[in-house]
């Protein structure tokens, strides 16, 4: 029972709090914005359209109809926001922002015209590992291990992208790294979402927790914060699997339950001017 229901279980959520929390980080550096989450591309939305399809055509299938949504966000959004090659990062926030609401309006009609089916998918979008397998672990871990891997290699160009077009008279190919960064953030959360729902605020958390501890370098942040998100997540999916017993809850609101208040904090500390912007 421990190899076939618990191990991947707790791996899979190991994996998916190491990716979130390695995409937040990057967000961060390449938003120059510590309110950033690897949400903010608008793959959420992308994949709750996804789910939502699926539950109402193929529920046996949520995870790849989820990953495909997530992935056909992110290349709507990039192509919205390129302009003449380039990519603005404020334009790229703003299709994120303006995409997230547009699939908000599709997710929420699929769900009132499907209410006789819809259950598994409302479950899945609050986040939840319940029913992992081994196929799941299998799906997210190359990933999850080569993506976070090449963002802590990349951890020189993730300082540099905080210093914004300053970063082109030190010999930064500016626009060049933020097409890769965004790729590799698009493909670690989707990843993320397609084997769990979309669970929010570790990938927000994990990277001001570990800066407080090792400040901004991201040679050491980087590796720090996935660490954490990992660890955080297998502990938000312990408390959701204990707080009453026997019956569980989507790992997602226990994460936002602990999250939302630290995001309030975060945000009182930008107003006082504490916070990096």
Partial sequence: MILRIRLPRVLLAYLVGLSLASAGTASQALFKNPLADPYILG????????????????????????????LTAVIIVYNISKINGHIPVDTLLLAGIAFGFFAHAITSYLLYVGR????????????????????????ILMPSVVGSSFLMLKWRELNLLLLGEESIALGLDLNFYRKVII????????????????IGFVGLVSPHVMRLVFGPNHRRLLPAAALFGGSLMVFADLLARTIIKPAEIPV????????????????????RGELYA
């Fill in 43 to 70: 793959i959420s939305g992308g994949a709750a359209v996804g789910a939502a399809l699926a539950a109402l055509y193929s529920p046996t299938h949520m995870g790849i109809f989820a990953l495909l949504g997530a």
């Fill in 116 to 139: 006789e089916r819809i259950h598994l998918a409302i479950f899945w979008l609050m986040g939840t590992f319940n029913g992992t397998t081994w196929d799941d672990v299998k799906l």
């Fill in 183 to 198: 790729f590799v953030i698009s493909l670690l959360t989707a990843f993320a979402v397609a084997t769990s729902g979309i």
């Fill in 252 to 271: 997602g609101i226990v994460t936002a339950l602990f999250g939302a208040p630290f995001f309030m904090y975060l945000l009182m500390k930008r107003k």
